[in-house]
Antibody, heavy 116, light 111 residues
Framework: QVQLVESGGGVVQSGESLRLSCTAS????????MHWVRQAPGKGLEWVAF????????YYVDSVKGRFTISRDNSEDTLYLQMDSLRTDDTAVYYC?????????WGLGTLVIVSS | IVMTQTPLSLSVTPGQPASISCKSS???????????LYWFLQKPGQSPQLLIH???SRFSGVPNRFSGSGSGTDFTLKMSRVEAEDVGVYYC?????????FGQGTKLEIK
């Protein structure tokens, strides 16, 4: 069964850090690029970051460049999002999604709340 | 690339058709010949789910009452007969250029 499970969300203060994880199963993780997409409360979807299957290339939305780092461990079938210098407008549910089936697989998301 | 959806909300009687428009600020036609336009549905309290990829290809398990069409910068998602389970927010997304961008979303309600 193809599955993505996010974890690591929580409540933090503005300026603090958090690391999200996304554990994959049911497909060959090392052959798929991976995305992070977020959704602020009551708002639409916002693409955040992408990493190629081998980690060779990484891309970010402008609002998180220099603060967020996407990475992966193919030996552990796990995707990460290191979030530093968090701001209140980073408050959102963060989803990981699989590239290799056209973003046909999403996790349930993990909620990040940044308080001032 | 800016994605603009219309309408932003839709109220439909079960069994009736519905359509959503999505326009991109740049062509989504790649030099490979593929057009990278996707449609997602986010049902209440759930993660987004892929409905359509590359304009008109239904994802695995998606009912054939959903269809996508369009080219270049203008795209449409059609539902031939809306059912109660179709309620939620529909998003188009361009995947030709990073950062990928989504439309604002169209909320479908059942009358």
């Amino acid at each position: 069964q193809v599955q993505l499970v996010e974890s690591g969300g929580g409540v933090v203060q503005s300026g603090e850090s958090l690391r999200l994880s996304c554990t994959a199963s049911g497909f060959t993780f090392s052959t798929s690029g991976m995305h992070w997409v977020r959704q602020a409360p009551g708002k639409g979807l916002e693409w955040v970051a992408f990493i190629r299957n081998d980690g060779s290339d990484k891309y970010y939305v402008d609002s998180v460049k220099g603060r967020f780092t996407i990475s992966r461990d193919n030996s552990e079938d796990t995707l990460y999002l290191q979030m530093d210098s968090l701001r209140t407008d980073d408050t959102a549910v963060y989803y990981c999604a699989r590239e290799s089936n056209d973003m046909g697989t999403w996790g349930l998301g993990t909620l990040v709340i940044v308080s001032s | 690339i800016v994605m603009t959806q219309t309408p932003l909300s839709l109220s439909v009687t079960p069994g009736q058709p519905a359509s959503i428009s999505c326009k991109s600020s740049q062509s989504l036609l790649h030099n490979s010949g593929k057009t990278f336009l996707y449609w997602f549905l986010q049902k209440p309290g759930q993660s987004p789910q892929l409905l359509i990829h590359e304009v008109s290809s239904r994802f695995s398990g998606v009912p054939n009452r959903f269809s996508g069409s369009g080219s270049g910068t203008d795209f449409t998602l059609k539902m031939s007969r809306v059912e109660a389970e179709d309620v939620g927010v529909y998003y188009c997304m361009q995947g030709i250029q990073l950062p990928y961008t989504f439309g604002q979303g169209t909320k479908l309600e059942i009358k």
